[in-house]
């Protein structure tokens, strides 16, 4: 059996977000789980789908408020925040 090594699951990962917008959270849910499997995190990526429903954010409502920014789902209006650097 050949074995899949940690920068081709990487490169796939980042390849899958790409293309966020177009994903399913059944998809979304698959990739996270591969990720999570092989301890790659994902960083700036997971700001770009909702954690709560898992839908690929798709112009949802951002605030900045003392350098914290603020993602309002659209889907499920689930609000997501993330410190600034
Ligand atoms: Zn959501």
Redesign the pocket.
Known sequence: MKKISKSQIQKDIHEFFINIKEKTPKEIKKIKRLAMKDNIALKELRKT???????PYNNPKIRIKNKIKIIV??????ISRYKLK
């Open positions: 789908f909702c954690k709560k429903c898992l839908n789902c659209n889907n499920c209006n689930y």
